[in-house]
């Protein structure tokens, strides 16, 4: 265990930043999200969480796959190249790190997704625990625990110190670059602030909301109810809840006409758009109430149905706070639990 | 509150309403939703108070394609989408019944996390103030400290079209409704176009703003088309970034009733609804005061033609 004090964090970020790409949370007009550090950004590690989640950084909302470029009778095709050069990604929370966990699941199983296995390999990430959970957190739901943050490096904070834990092989190649940096430290800080946040957590509003009747082989039980139109009717299909999601991984691929070449690129596709899944026969989801189902069923039922159980919902509470109906994940396990048992 | 719960029943036992359109409780003190209700016992859940924001009136578009009226609950400002989405003959009058609700203006859980609090238990309202029980200290606000954005230009207590009132209005207003666009106005070139780029480039295409507007309501959006050559989930560069929101700004010129949804929704906390205040106080400027939605039959300035409408070269000689 290392530490540093908090002023010198400027310093640490330099350090890192010149070795390779530095991601971390930055706050532009008002807003926190994850970008790229340079001297002139103004970092918020306060910020619990990011209004996006930090999943960009190996999953971008938007990426160039190859371009076709006409060449009289010939079409020349290029690749995109796949990250080869090293980068950290510095304050991701435990919430967001069970996410890439999710991730990993989709993109890293066979067959692989080599853009993101590249963006994966290079990439080094230091989670932070969360000093302050909120009433929207829900990860010790889905058995995070967010006071001890997994990563290649782990790291917590206090008024004045930044605690730093090398955890993988990873984190050790990248500590003992910036070592100079640090002072050792003994464990017994980093236990007073593990102490603090699971009080809180105890506290939390969510923190014992059940998962009971969702889970691997629950579709049939859920996917007739007439509880999904009661949220359908009041959700404004935007993509928000998709958007900002940790796990959410749905793309979709198009082609962009630059005019003398032909971009094909993917980027995020939204479960809440009308023409997700949209096929040479039509669509097959054509309501509201169908589009809405697929996401939630999903999260709870389809993904741990397909994954040994693991739930494709980590509790950040983003949707919680930012869904403009305020429907949200925890309303959706609540009413059905609520509600389930009746006819309607 | 309860008069309301009490005037829906009665209007669902007597047949006059079918359903009705309101907010629900939510789970915590902040976060009610629109809610379809319909029947009594659903109506339980039935809240009205700070966290209200949401403007019902777009929802009257799905509910005037079912049988039978359905009850609808609009603050006064609501009440100028709702004649604005009837001039557009994007609702049906006859289908809806109107009870226009008193308001003080309404909460905005931004500002109030703005405002330093964080892990929020309890809010309760007081008429000045708000107490926040959170678990880390409570915190005591000024409820006009936390107020949205539009509530400072509040359009006043008059409700525009309604069948019955319930409940007392207070007017919130309290600053110029065109001080935000006259300071953009008074930016160099250089400044406003790096204001917007801050600003614009925090979009994540959610298209919240576009789904919650009631000036919004086309039955498919260009955007949505899978022909249009362009990228409608992702903005690819910095120039489509842009392009989305200056697209819909134009496009709701002389509609758009300054509601503010869009800046209430937007998850990054983009101020969209300057784009549309600019193009009101323009159309003012150059047609006449005019404000979409203050009634349902008047033609706005950019669907007529008049003789003493300004001629192209005066726009463009302003700049």
């Known amino acids: 265990m290392y530490k540093i004090a908090k002023e010198k964090l400027p310093a640490l970020f330099q350090l890192l930043a010149n070795e390779q790409e530095l991601i971390l949370p930055i706050k532009n007009s008002g807003q926190v999200n994850f970008g790229l550090w340079?001297?002139?950004?103004?970092?918020?590690?306060?910020?619990?969480?990011?209004?996006?989640?930090?999943?960009?950084?190996?999953?971008?909302?938007?990426?160039?796959?190859?371009?076709?470029?006409?060449?009289?009778?010939?079409?020349?095709?290029?690749?995109?190249?796949?990250?080869?050069?090293?980068?950290?990604?510095?304050?991701?929370?435990?919430?967001?790190?069970?996410?890439?966990?999710?991730?990993?699941?989709?993109?890293?199983?066979?067959?692989?997704?080599?853009y993101y296995q590249a963006r994966r390999e290079h990439g080094i990430i230091v989670t932070m625990a969360c000093s302050e959970p909120e009433e929207t957190c829900f990860c010790k739901v889905f058995d995070i625990d967010c006071a001890d943050p997994k990563g290649d490096v782990a790291a917590w904070l206090d008024k004045?110190?930044?605690?730093?834990?090398?955890?993988?092989d990873k984190g050790k190649a990248i500590t003992e670059k910036v070592s100079s940096l640090f002072a050792e430290s003994d464990d017994k800080a980093v236990e007073t602030i593990q102490e603090d946040i699971r009080s809180i957590v105890e506290k939390l509003p969510y923190s014992n909301l059940s998962l009971e009747g969702w889970g691997a082989g629950k579709t049939d039980e859920k996917f007739d109810s007439p509880i999904w139109e009661s949220f359908a009717n009041s959700c404004l299909a935007c993509g928000t809840c998709t958007f900002i999601c940790p796990t959410c991984q749905c793309y979709d691929i198009k082609d962009y006409n630059t005019g003398n070449?032909?971009?094909?690129?993917?980027?995020?596709?939204?479960?809440?758009?009308?023409?997700?899944?949209?096929?040479?026969h039509g669509n097959n989801r054509t309501t509201q109430m169908q589009r809405f189902r697929q996401r939630f069923m999903h999260k709870l039922v389809y993904f741990p149905t397909n994954n040994d159980g693991m739930y494709s919902c980590v509790g950040c509470g983003?949707?919680?706070?930012?869904?403009?109906?305020?429907?949200?994940?925890?309303?959706?396990?609540?009413?059905?639990?609520?509600?389930?048992?009746?006819?309607? | 509150?309860?008069?309301?719960?009490?005037?829906?029943?009665?209007?669902?036992?007597?047949?006059?309403?079918?359903?009705?359109?309101?907010?629900?409780?939510?789970?915590?003190?902040?976060?009610?939703?629109?809610?379809?209700?319909?029947?009594?016992?659903?109506?339980?859940?039935?809240?009205?108070?700070?966290?209200?924001?949401?403007?019902?009136?777009?929802?009257?578009?799905?509910?005037?394609?079912?049988?039978?009226?359905?009850?609808?609950?609009?603050?006064?400002?609501?009440?100028?989408?709702?004649?604005?989405?009837?001039?557009?003959?994007r609702i049906d009058r006859e289908k809806a019944y109107i009870i226009g609700v008193g308001c003080s203006g309404k909460l905005s859980l931004d500002k109030i996390k703005e405002a330093g609090v964080k892990g929020i238990q309890k809010i309760t309202e007081e008429e000045d103030k708000i107490h926040v029980e959170t678990l880390y200290g409570d915190k005591t606000l000024n409820r006009s400290d936390v107020l949205l954005d539009r509530?400072?230009?509040?359009?006043?207590?008059?409700?525009?079209?309604?069948?019955?009132?319930?409940?007392?209005?207070?007017?919130?207003?309290?600053?110029?409704?065109?001080?935000?666009?006259?300071?953009?106005?008074?930016?160099?070139?250089?400044?406003?176009?790096?204001?917007?780029?801050?600003?614009?480039?925090k979009c994540i295409r959610c298209n919240a703003c576009r789904n919650v507007c009631p000036a919004c309501s086309c039955r498919k959006c260009v955007f949505d088309s899978n022909k249009f050559d362009s990228a409608q989930k992702v903005n690819t560069n910095s120039f489509e970034e842009k392009m989305f929101h200056i697209i819909r700004a134009f496009h709701v010129a002389g509609r758009c009733t300054d509601c503010g949804e869009c800046s209430r929704v937007c998850p990054e906390g983009i101020p969209l609804h300057l784009f549309n205040r600019k193009f009101i106080k323009d159309i003012d400027e150059l047609y006449g005061e005019f404000r979409a939605g203050e009634d349902a039959e008047t033609v706005g300035p950019l669907t007529e033609f008049t003789f003493d409408d300004a001629e192209p070269q005066e726009a463009v000689e302003r700049g």
Not at chain 1, 47 to 66: H, I, R, T
Not at chain 2, 12 to 41: C, H, M, R, T
């Open chain 1, 38 to 114: 340079d001297e002139e950004v103004e970092v918020d590690l306060t910020a619990l969480n990011s209004v996006k989640s930090p999943k960009d950084a190996f999953f971008p909302q938007g990426e160039s796959l190859y371009t076709c470029k006409k060449d009289g009778k010939k079409i020349e095709i290029q690749q995109e190249e796949l990250r080869d050069k090293d980068f950290v990604i510095f304050g991701m929370r435990p919430c967001d790190y069970r996410g890439v966990e999710v991730l990993d699941k989709v993109f890293l199983v066979d067959p692989v997704d080599s």
């Open chain 1, 160 to 168: 004045d110190f930044l605690y730093w834990k090398p955890v993988t």
């Open chain 2, 151 to 201: 509530c400072h230009v509040c359009k006043g207590k008059e409700h525009r079209i309604f069948d019955e009132i319930i409940g007392e209005s207070k007017e919130t207003n309290d600053k110029d409704k065109f001080s935000e666009v006259e300071a953009i106005e008074k930016m160099s070139s250089e400044e406003k176009f790096l204001f917007f780029q801050k600003e614009l480039s």
């Open chain 1, 261 to 280: 070449s032909v971009e094909r690129y993917r980027c995020w596709d939204s479960c809440m758009y009308s023409d997700f899944t949209m096929m040479a």
């Open chain 1, 318 to 344: 983003r949707c919680v706070s930012k869904c403009p109906s305020s429907l949200n994940i925890v309303k959706v396990i609540k009413r059905f639990q609520e509600e389930g048992g009746k006819a309607n």
């Open chain 2, 1 to 89: 509150m309860q008069e309301l719960i009490t005037r829906g029943k009665e209007l669902l036992a007597d047949g006059s309403v079918v359903g009705i359109l309101g907010w629900k409780e939510g789970d915590f003190s902040y976060n009610p939703e629109p809610a379809f209700f319909q029947n009594e016992e659903e109506l339980d859940k039935f809240i009205y108070d700070g966290f209200c924001g949401a403007n019902l009136s777009k929802f009257m578009i799905e509910a005037s394609k079912k049988e039978g009226k359905t009850l609808v609950f609009l603050k006064p400002c609501d009440t100028y989408s709702f004649n604005q989405l009837l001039k557009e003959h």
